[in-house]
């Protein structure tokens, strides 16, 4: 599997990115209201574009700054949160059906799961990293991973 990953604060220019978007991809980019929103759009759509003849699978996550590509010839999913924002766990955890939730880790471990499989539409074995403060969790039956962004290598956890 391959994973891409970009820090948005790191883009130089989004208007020489938009001129790579399909007609359809350019419109969505364009109907966005936040700013943050539309950037992830375009990095991960851009991203997108030159893999999708390589790769039969693709899966996209993003967070804040943060935005994740995943792409495999097996299914994939990639899911990205921040770990360290607070959340009613308990509350939350009851209504996603998650069982015997103790602590916000806990929960952003559940959670990060939970989203990568419905990606994935598989029960694949997941893996769980830690980038700065966000917590990712990939899930699919590709074992290798190359990191595309030397920079951005998060540690597994």
Avoid at 58 to 69: C, E, Q, R
Avoid at 89 to 111: H, P, Q, V
Avoid at 118 to 133: E, I, V
């Amino acid at each position: 599997m391959n994973i891409y990953i970009t820090d948005l604060s790191t883009i130089c220019n989004p208007d020489d990115l938009a001129e790579k978007l399909s007609p359809s991809d350019l419109a969505r980019f364009q109907s966005f209201k936040q700013k943050n929103r539309a950037i992830q759009f375009l990095v991960a759509h851009t991203i997108k574009s030159e893999l999708e003849t390589k790769f039969e699978y693709i899966s996209i996550a993003h967070k804040d700054n943060f935005v994740i590509v995943a792409a495999s010839s097996a299914p994939i999913g990639v899911d990205i949160e921040d770990a360290s924002k607070k959340r009613d766990f308990n509350s939350f955890g009851d209504f996603m059906e998650f069982k015997n939730i103790k602590t916000l880790n806990e929960f952003y471990r559940a959670f990060t799961l939970s989203e990568a499989k419905y990606k994935s539409g598989t029960d694949s074995p997941a893996r769980f990293y830690q980038l700065q403060k966000y917590m990712i969790c990939i899930v699919s039956n590709d074992q290798d991973i190359t990191w595309h962004n030397p920079a951005l290598v998060p540690e597994q956890i």
